[in-house]
């Protein structure tokens, strides 16, 4: 996937700014940054929900205005924000986006996903009803059902405990290890991005400030770990801007 100097303001705010970056098949990038920042703004306009002004956003060479259903159709998403219809059980939840998606052996994907997020138990209960959590959990199972491409995730461990969290966690990346799907993530939790991203970007006010290894980038910029970097990002941004890229 490739954002090539996406742009979209509100009135007189930039809310993106200039952004491009690239997410290579099998690669797990995190983009980070204050509230603000202007994380989902990109995710957005990378889905095709939001028509940047200027920029454009590929994915396997092909463009969101060129080839939007076949884009759309390799990549998926899931947010702690944005749960699943609360009036449909979670099995219906699945059945619906796996016809949307056009799954084939759609009930068999859908049992194995109820089996890796944990949610047999709550196949047919409506997904109103679910927590927070086990919500987030059947947003994650859809996100997987077409085996996407692409996985764009917005603080998609926001609502879990810390165990199911690590779980999560570790299911993704095994999807990623085994499809070569790209995955674009954003997160709050620094301890959590420094363990699965394989690379960093740091958004402010727009704009990619910094950008690296989340292991080694900190001491580059004398800082003990990644969140004191994140914190030095949202404070001062100005004083990192032009580092990169
Ligand atoms: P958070 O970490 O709080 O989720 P974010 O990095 O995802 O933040 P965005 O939601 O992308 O930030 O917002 C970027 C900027 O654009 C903010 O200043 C926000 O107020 C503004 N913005 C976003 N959507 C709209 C909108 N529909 N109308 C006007 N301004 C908007």
Request: hydrophobic content about 45%.
């Amino acid at each position: 996937m490739r954002l090539d100097v996406l742009r979209k303001s509100y009135g007189a705010v930039a809310a993106v700014d200039g952004v491009s970056f690239v997410v290579g098949p099998g690669e797990i990038v995190g983009l980070l940054g204050p509230n603000g920042a202007g994380k989902t703004t990109t995710i957005n306009m990378v889905m095709g929900v939001l028509e940047p002004d200027s920029g454009a956003v590929s994915v396997e060479g092909e463009t969101i205005s060129s080839r939007r259903s076949w884009v759309l159709s390799r990549m998926n998403f899931a947010a702690g924000y944005a749960p699943l219809p609360g009036n449909l059980t979670v099995y219906q939840n699945l059945r619906v986006f796996s016809l949307l998606y056009s799954v084939p052996n759609a009930r068999e994907r859908i049992a194995t996903l109820l089996g890796q997020f944990d949610l047999i138990r709550f196949r047919n209960v409506k997904c109103g009803t679910l927590s927070s959590g086990e919500q987030t959990r059947v947003s994650l199972a859809k996100a997987l059902l077409n085996l996407p491409h692409l996985l764009l995730l917005d603080e998609p461990t926001a609502s879990l405990d810390p165990a199911t969290a690590r779980h999560i966690r570790s299911v993704i990346r095994s999807y990623v290890a085994e499809s070569r799907a790209g995955v674009l993530w954003t997160s709050h939790n620094m301890h959590e991005v420094a363990e699965v991203c394989d690379r960093v970007l740091l958004l402010s006010r727009g704009r990619i400030l910094l950008g690296g290894n989340p292991k080694t980038l900190p001491a580059l910029h004398g800082k003990k770990n990644l969140e004191d970097l994140f914190i030095a990002v949202a404070l001062e941004p100005l004083s990192l801007e032009g580092v990169l890229p």
